[in-house]
């Protein structure tokens, strides 16, 4: 088959590898469509967090087959595997991105997503990604039946969504809140319409692109603000009678959306930490200690919310058609990347193999 494979930062080589063998309680998948993630991009380009620095080891292996966002067609399962899935072979399915160990304290807790070995798919050699034709689901993984009458590059948008989704989930969104999501990229886009599927009275997208925030609006922002051209900090004092936003979501991954969010938000709000940053980022902590006592809360992966992601994916409240913006074939898969690195021009970058 041909596959994608990871030899280095920006060193990713198209190849031939052999068709996977699923063992047994496993499934043999027939890869339909697999989305490139923000995060795919910053291991591609060397960030620490993915390679290791004097600071942290390296987390992502070489010779892995790189991606996890996918949906595709069950083409090999036995019986064990279809008890513990409830699917079988025709099937269209997705996976969760992290594949627990189901042995640790965090995975014997119910936080699975905080699994201490924490194997994802497309990043370690023993949980290939599904930039290639096939993928094996090893035992361990969280499978979940997918509607097979949509595109399938719609379909593995479950994956960003399902983390937006779990964002929102965490800033325990009221139904009078005003909400702010920094940046309108596919996070970004899920998270608004995460926070209007809570019931949030005002919803405010931030981003530096016009075309981005009428996708916001078509997801669900009742205000818009280009930060290049309008204060965003004034903008959410004006709306709030000069207090400041309830919640703050950042989805960014830009360094100077966390002061803002730090700035805009009244006392006693919530802030949520979604972005993967390429480099550490410093703030002035004393805002949310001594001036607003903030609560400030990370969030990472799709906990508990796939199942929720493909109902709204089923719904058609999203504008996919939109939101989906490029599918390309496996074998332009450094287009794709590039097309990633272009915000400008494109919003969801998918490979059909």
Known sequence: MKAVVVHGPEDYRLEERPIPTAGPGEALLKVEAVGICASDLKCYHGAAKFWGDENRPAWTEPQVIPGHEFTGSIVEIDEEGTRRWGVEVGDRVVAEQIVPCWNCRYCNTGNYHMCQPHDMFGFKRRTPGAMAEYLVLPVEALVHKAPKNLPPHHVAFAEPLSCSLHAVERANIAFDDVVVIA??????????????????????????????????????????????????????????????????????????????????LRKLGTFVEYSVFKDPVSVDWSIISDDKELNVLGA?????????????????????????SHQLPLEDFQKGLDLVADSANSVKVSLLP
């Open 183 to 264: 940046g309108c990229g596919p996070i970004g886009l899920g998270m608004i319409a995460g926070a209007r599927a809570k019931g949030a009275k005002t919803i405010v997208a931030l981003d530096a692109l016009p075309q981005k925030l009428a996708l916001a609006t078509k997801c669900g922002a009742d205000v818009v603000v280009n930060i290049r051209e309008e204060d965003a900090v004034q903008v959410v004092k004006d709306l709030t009678d000069g207090y400041g936003a309830d919640v703050y979501i950042e989805g960014t991954g830009h360094p100077s959306a966390v002061a803002q969010g730090l700035n805009l």
């Open 300 to 324: 990472h992966l799709g906990h508990n919310t796939w199942p929720a992601a493909l109902k709204l994916i089923e719904s058609g409240v999203l504008p996919l058609d939109e939101i989906c």
